[in-house]
């Protein structure tokens, strides 16, 4: 299925409480511009619905919606650090949790255009000892691979199941939870997850390209891909190659080297989450980011700057998932949404501790949703339906996080 695209994304209005840096942010490539009373029809439109999702629900974090490569609506609500009472901000950066799977899958897109690597090469090739035969690259980027989770076989318990019967005599089976013996102590790295899958011999979850299964291990597993192919672990990479030439000076990729500075996220009772084993495994998550620099990496997307439109197009952007019902899939790095009457729609949300976010692409449309939260707040997901004001068509769908 071929997609045609389009635009997304600049600046220009703010609604709230930080309107500093604009003229940082290199103008859209789109030829179509907004007037200013077509701006303002957008912001009028999107603050009631801004007011009943977040605001009222008490959102802490940064929003961006453009439309025609102009900024739309931006705003910034909450504190970003509870205990200094740093207020959230444009430079403020947030965990984008699971939507730094398409910074991954990208860079591995632009090392495959460059030469330096095979979708349909083995693990192996990269990450010798690998345990796991006939598993692709390509497999790893859509979640075909078939591989276990690892922060569900690496973590401080385990269960096992139980027959009991209930009161009414009944017999029913219940998880018994225990401290498992080989759980990962300390925090875990990259090479950890995969020293532990060879030393335990963990096993698949199902045969290799058999079925659709979204595993973070697969973008732990292209990390390392990433540093074995370029020589530079994945922190330098995106920051000397993606980063900083596309002029996201707020946006970086949390290691080991970053503890010290570690600024938590809260959940819904402003509670802060600690530092936790998986918090600098990589890949999966870890990048942080702001709604500027996010908008900046949806211009370099929609013009062909780190990737080529064909790499993207015909790769990452199709549905490999055929066995899949529904209007549901993923490409390279993206979920897909692709519905029989409408435009597709081409995304990524997060959920990581406290952080849960969202990056909506309305590619036919030529518009952006984005809100990052360092609060965790449900509704952050649902504000993605914003992009309803774009379409003239209610959204009604949940989309995948």
Known sequence: MMMSIVALLVLSCNSGTDTTGNESINPSVSSVRLSTEEKENYRRAIQPMYQSLLLNTGFSGGILVA??????FEDYQGVYNRKTRELIDSQSTFHLASITKTFTATAILRLYEQGKL??????????????????????????????????????????????????RGKWY????????????????????????MMRYKVPVTYAPDSRYQYC??????????????????????LKDSLFTPLGMQNSFVFSSRDTASYVPSYDYRNSPYPLGTFDVVYGDKNVYSTVRDLFKWNEALKSGKFVSLATLENLAYQPYSKE????????????????????PVIYHNGWWHGNNTVFKRLIAEDAVVIVLGNKFNRNIWAAGKMSGIFTGIADTTVLEN
């Open 67 to 72: 439309k025609s490569g102009e900024i739309v």
């Open 118 to 167: 095979d979708l349909n090469d083995p693990v192996e090739t990269y990450i010798p000892g690998f345990p796991y035969k006939g598993i692709r690259l390509q497999l790893l980027l859509n979640h075909r691979s078939g591989l276990p989770k690892y922060e569900y076989f690496m973590n401080e318990t385990g269960y096992r199941l139980v027959r009991s019967k209930n009161k």
């Open 173 to 196: 089976t219940r998880k018994v939870y225990y401290a498992d013996p080989n759980r990962f102590k300390g925090l875990a790295t990259n090479r950890d997850v995969v020293d532990y």
């Open 216 to 237: 973070n291990t697969n973008y732990v597993l292209l990390a390392m891909v990433i540093e074995k192919v370029t020589g530079r672990t994945y922190p330098e990479y």
């Open 324 to 343: 899949t019902r529904g209007n549901r899939n993923y490409g390279l790095g993206w979920h897909l949404y692709l519905p029989t009457d409408a435009p």
